[in-house]
C-alpha cells in the first residue's frame, strides 16, 4: 500500500510541476533523466533479476522511436497509438532476441545485442523513407487538452510510463516469476532442475524489457520534432541503461532509479564543468569500479550501512 | 519388476570422448539403488542424462511408462525425476526456507500459483532434514554438511518419485554421513525411489538393494552389495590393473 | 555483376580475410579458449594502431612497431587477466555478468581515452608500402593489403605452430579442455591462463599496426570489429585456430561482395558481419570447427 501513495505522490507532484513551473530547461532536462529511469527499470528485469547483461539497449529504443516515427508520418496516429505500436515492436524484438540467442550463454546474448543495435541502425540509414542518413523531420501535434504546453505534456506522460515501469519491475521482482528467475540467475541448472523454466522465463524478461524500451523510445521523435539514425541509436542509451543498474543495485527495482538520478545528475555536473567526453569517461570508471567493488550498488551499500546499526 | 526408470542403450560422446556407452538399466519402483565406479567412469554423466541437464546421442530413457528423452530438464523435474548436485548448488541470493519455495512453486503448485502456502511447506520439508533452525539463514551462509541437506531439502520439495543423489556425502564427518544416510532411508521408507552415486563404500552397501558398476562409459557389474564388493572387475577398476 | 567484378572482390575478399582471420586471432584465445568475456579486444587492438601512430611518428616502420608493441602489451594482458581473475572469475557464476560489464566498462574507458589523448579525427601512418599497388593484369591490389596479408599469415603460422608444438601452448590448449587434468598435472591453471591472455593481447597490439597500415583508425572503429572479431571467433567455432582462418575468409569474401553487389553497398557494410554473427548463433552456435 505505501508503495502505490508514494506513485500517486509521485505522479501527482509531477502534475503540479507541469502546471505551476514555466522554466521549459526544467522540463527538456526532466524528460531525459525520466527516459533513462524507464530505461534502466527495464533494463535490470533482464539484466538484474535475470542476469542477462543486454548492451543493446539503443536497438530495443531506437525500433519504438522509428515505429512512432513513421507510423505518424504515414498515418498521423494519435500518441497512444504510436506508443502501444512501439512497444510491440520492441516487444517482439526481444522476443526473436531472445529466443535466437538466450539459449546459449550469457556472453552471446550480449554480443546479439550489440549486432542487433548495429543491424538495426543500418537498415534505417538505408530506409528512403524514414528519412535515410539525414534523418526525418516530423510536425508536432498540438497538445492533449488539459496540457498547452507539448513538452509539459510528454513530462507528464514520460513520468507516468517511468512510474508504470517501475511498479511492473517491482510486481515481477516480488512476485513467483521474480524468484524464478532470481533462481535462474544464481544456478540456472539448480532452477531447471527444481522446475524452473528457464529458456520460457528468460524469453518472458527480454520481450518484457525490450517492450518498455520500445515504448519509452516512441514519445523521442515528438520531443524533437526530428528523428536520425546516429543519435537514435547511440552508445549513451546503452551505456546509461546499463551503467544505472550497475551503480544503483539490480536486486531491487528502487537501484536502477537511484542510479539513474545518480548517474544524469553527476553527467549534467560534468558537461557544464568540464566537457562532454569527460562525461562518458566518467561513466564508465564509475561502472568499472562499481562492478569490482561494491557489486550490489548503492543500495547493497546502504543496507550493509544500515543493517550494521 | 515394476520399472519406475528404464534407460535403454543410452550413449553420450562430448567431442571426440565416449562417456557413455550403450548403457541399459532399470530402476524399479521403491527401489534403493547404488551407482558407483572410479573417477571419470560416467556417473554424472548418467545422473545429467536422466534428469535431462545433459542430451543423449542415442538411447532413450522411460520414466514411468512415459518417454522422457527429448524433455527439457523442468519438465522432468515436474513429472517426478529429482536430483542432488555434487557440488552444491544453492540459491546464494535467497535465504534457506527462499530456496525451497522454487521448486514449491514451480512444481508442486504450478497450476495454484498465488494461493499456496508456500512458507510453511517450506518450514515442514526443513523441519524433516533438520534445518527448520536454518529457515532464515542466507543460503551462502551454511557449512557444507547443511548445504548438502539444503540440497536433499530443495530436491524433495518437488516431491519427487524419483531421488538421484549425487555425491551427497562426499567430504562429511562419519557423525554427518550417518546424518544424511538416516534422511535418505527414512524418504525411501515414505516410497521415494532413490538412486544414490557415493564413494564411501560403506554407505552405498548399507543403502543399496542392488548396485551397478561403472567403468569408462560401461556397465560392469551389476547385483547385491555383497556380490559386488567381492567382483574382480570391480576391484580392478578401482584399484588399477 | 560481371565475372572479372565478381573475381576482384573474392581476391580482396581473401585479402581481408586473411586480416580479420588475424586480428581475431587473438580473440580466439582470450575467448574461444579461456572463456573470457573480451568485449574489449578490439578496442585494446585500436589503443595498439594509435601506439603504433605514435612510434610511427618516432620514426619506426608500422609493421616493427607492432611487435616492438607486443612486448609492453604482453605484460598488459597478464596484468589484466590477473585482476579480471581475481575480481571476477574466483568468485563463481554470479559475477561472470558483472564481467561482461567490466570489459564493456574498460572498453569504454579505452575508447574516451582516445578520444580525449587524441581526439575524435583519424590517424593514419606511411610507410613505404602505402599508397602503392601491385598490378596483377587488369587488377591493382594495394600494396599495404598484401603487407598486412603477409603478416598475418605469418602471424598465424607463428601461433598454431606455438600452440601445438611448445609446452605453454599445448597446456593452453589443454586448460581449456580440461583444467582438473592439468592440476593434476603439476601445473598451475591460472599462470597458464595469465600467459595466455598475455599472449591473446600481444596479438591485438599487431593487430592493431596491421588496422592502421590498411587504412585510418579513429577511437569509435572498435564497435565495429567487435562484431567482426566476434563473428569469426563464433563462426570458426570456440577455440579453433584453424577455424579461425577459415571463418576470417567466408567474412571477408562475404563483406566484399556485399561491397560491390550494386543493390547494396557500403551502407550496408557495416551490418554483414553482425548478421552473420547472428545466423550462426541461431543456427549453429558450435561453430564450424567447434568444441
Request: charged fraction near 15%; charge should be positive; include cysteine.
Amino acid at each position: 500500500m505505501k508503495f502505490w501513495i508514494g506513485i500517486a505522490i509521485a505522479f501527482g507532484a509531477a502534475v503540479a510541476t507541469a502546471t505551476f513551473v514555466d522554466f521549459d530547461y526544467f522540463f527538456f532536462a526532466s524528460y531525459t533523466v525520466l527516459m533513462f529511469i524507464m530505461l534502466a527499470t527495464a533494463w535490470n528485469i533482464l539484466g538484474g533479476y535475470a542476469g542477462y547483461v543486454n548492451f543493446g539497449t539503443p536497438a530495443f529504443f531506437g525500433l519504438g522511436a522509428y515505429t512512432a516515427a513513421v507510423l505518424y508520418k504515414a498515418y498521423a496516429l494519435p500518441l497512444g497509438v504510436l506508443i502501444a505500436a512501439a512497444m510491440l515492436m520492441s516487444g517482439l524484438l526481444g522476443l526473436f532476441a531472445g529466443l535466437l540467442t538466450l539459449r546459449l550463454r550469457g556472453i552471446f546474448f550480449a554480443i546479439a545485442t550489440i549486432a542487433l543495435t548495429v543491424i538495426m541502425e543500418t537498415v534505417f540509414i538505408n530506409w528512403r523513407y524514414a528519412g535515410g542518413a539525414t534523418g526525418l523531420q516530423l510536425l508536432r501535434p498540438p497538445p492533449i487538452a488539459p496540457f498547452e504546453s507539448y513538452i509539459k505534456m510528454l513530462f507528464v506522460l514520460m513520468a507516468a510510463m517511468a512510474l508504470a515501469s517501475m511498479a511492473l519491475a517491482r510486481y515481477i521482482e516480488n512476485s513467483w516469476l521474480g524468484r524464478g528467475l532470481r533462481a535462474l540467475r544464481d544456478s540456472e541448472e539448480a532452477a531447471e532442475c527444481s522446475g524452473v523454466p528457464t529458456l520460457k522465463l528468460k524469453v518472458f524478461a527480454c520481450t518484457v524489457s525490450g517492450g518498455l524500451m520500445g515504448a519509452c523510445g516512441a514519445p523521442m521523435p515528438m520531443y524533437l520534432s526530428f528523428i536520425e539514425p546516429a543519435s537514435t541509436f547511440n552508445l549513451n542509451y546503452a551505456v546509461g541503461a546499463l551503467a544505472s543498474p550497475m551503480i544503483g543495485g539490480t536486486a531491487h527495482w528502487l537501484g536502477p532509479v537511484i542510479g539513474a538520478f545518480v548517474l544524469a545528475s553527476l553527467q549534467q555536473i560534468v558537461t557544464v564543468t568540464i566537457s562532454n567526453e569527460m562525461n562518458v569517461l566518467v561513466v564508465g570508471a564509475l561502472l568499472v569500479v562499481f562492478v569490482v567493488v561494491a557489486p550490489d550498488g548503492l543500495l547493497g551499500l546502504f543496507k550493509r550501512i544500515f543493517s550494521r546499526k | 519388476m515394476n520399472a519406475l526408470l528404464k534407460i535403454q542403450n543410452l550413449s553420450k560422446t562430448f567431442g571426440g570422448f565416449t562417456a557413455l556407452n550403450d548403457v541399459s538399466l532399470d530402476i524399479a519402483e521403491g527401489e534403493r539403488f547404488g551407482l558407483i565406479g572410479p573417477n571419470g567412469s560416467g556417473k554424472t554423466t548418467l545422473i545429467n542424462c536422466v534428469s535431462g541437464a545433459l542430451r543423449n546421442e542415442a538411447g532413450s530413457i522411460v520414466f514411468d511408462g512415459r518417454n522422457v528423452t527429448a524433455l527439457p530438464a523442468y519438465r522432468r523435474t515436474r513429472l517426478g525425476i529429482a536430483r542432488s548436485f555434487q557440488i552444491p548448488r544453492p540459491f546464494s541470493s535467497m535465504t534457506v526456507l527462499e530456496n525451497l519455495t522454487v521448486p514449491l512453486d514451480y512444481v508442486v503448485h504450478i497450476r495454484t500459483l498465488h494461493k499456496a502456502d508456500v512458507a510453511g511447506e517450506s518450514l515442514a520439508i526443513l523441519r524433516d532434514m533438520g534445518l527448520a533452525d536454518k529457515a532464515h539463514t542466507p543460503s551462502n551462509r551454511l557449512s557444507q554438511v547443511e548445504l548438502r541437506k539444503l540440497e536433499l531439502a530443495r530436491a524433495m520439495a518437488a516431491r519427487p518419485r524419483l531421488l538421484i543423489s549425487d555425491e551427497a556425502m562426499a567430504g562429511l564427518s562419519g557423525a554427518e554421513v550417518e546424518e544424511v544416510l538416516k534422511i535418505l532411508f527414512r524418504l525411501n521408507e515414505s516410497g521415494i525411489t532413490i538412486i544414490m552415486i557415493e564413494h564411501i563404500m560403506q554407505a552405498v552397501m548399507r543403502f543399496s538393494q542392488r548396485v551397478v558398476c561403472l567403468d569408462a562409459g560401461r556397465i560392469i557389474c551389476e547385483g547385491p552389495p555383497a556380490e559386488i564388493v567381492k567382483n574382480p572387475d570391480v576391484q580392478r577398476a578401482y584399484l588399477g590393473a | 555483376m560481371t565475372f572479372d567484378l565478381l573475381f576482384e572482390a573474392v581476391l580482396f575478399g581473401i585479402l581481408l580475410g586473411g586480416f580479420y582471420a588475424a586480428l581475431s586471432m587473438g580473440l580466439s584465445v582470450s575467448f574461444g579458449l579461456l572463456d573470457v568475456p573480451h568485449v574489449a579486444h578490439p578496442a585494446i587492438m585500436v589503443l595498439g594502431s594509435y601506439c603504433t601512430w605514435l612510434l610511427v611518428g618516432l620514426g619506426l616502420d608500422p609493421i616493427v612497431a607492432g611487435v616492438v608493441l607486443m612486448a609492453p602489451f604482453f605484460l598488459l594482458g597478464m596484468a589484466v587477466y590477473r585482476f579480471y581473475y581475481e575480481a571476477f572469475e574466483r568468485r563463481g557464476s554470479e559475477a561472470a555478468v558483472r564481467g561482461i560489464a567490466f570489459f564493456f566498462g574498460l572498453a569504454l574507458v579505452i575508447e574516451v581515452g582516445l578520444i580525449l589523448g587524441f581526439g575524435v579525427d583519424q590517424r593514419m601512418v606511411e610507410a613505404a608500402y602505402i599508397g602503392r599497388s601491385l598490378s596483377l593484369g587488369e587488377i591493382r591490389i594495394p600494396m599495404r593489403t598484401l603487407a598486412v596479408f603477409a603478416v598475418a599469415v605469418v602471424l598465424t603460422l607463428a601461433l598454431t605452430v606455438y600452440m601445438s608444438k611448445t609446452f605453454t601452448g599445448r597446456a593452453i590448449k589443454a586448460v581449456a579442455q580440461d583444467e582438473p587434468a592439468l592440476r593434476l598435472m603439476g601445473a598451475n591453471p591460472v599462470r597458464i591462463k595469465q600467459w595466455a591472455f598475455g599472449i591473446a593481447t600481444a596479438v591485438a597490439a599487431l593487430a592493431g599496426a596491421m588496422l592502421i597500415i590498411i587504412g585510418p583508425v579513429d577511437p569509435g572503429m572498435d564497435r565495429v570489429y567487435i562484431g567482426r572479431t566476434f563473428a569469426v571467433v563464433v563462426l570458426a567455432g570456440l577455440g579453433s585456430m584453424t577455424g579461425t582462418v577459415a571463418a576470417g575468409l567466408v567474412l571477408g569474401i562475404t563483406e566484399s561482395i556485399v561491397l560491390i553487389h550494386p543493390g547494396l553497398g557500403a551502407s550496408w557494410a557495416p551490418a554483414v558481419s553482425f548478421t552473420l554473427l547472428l545466423i550462426v548463433l541461431g543456427v549453429r552456435p558450435q561453430g564450424l570447427f567447434g568444441r
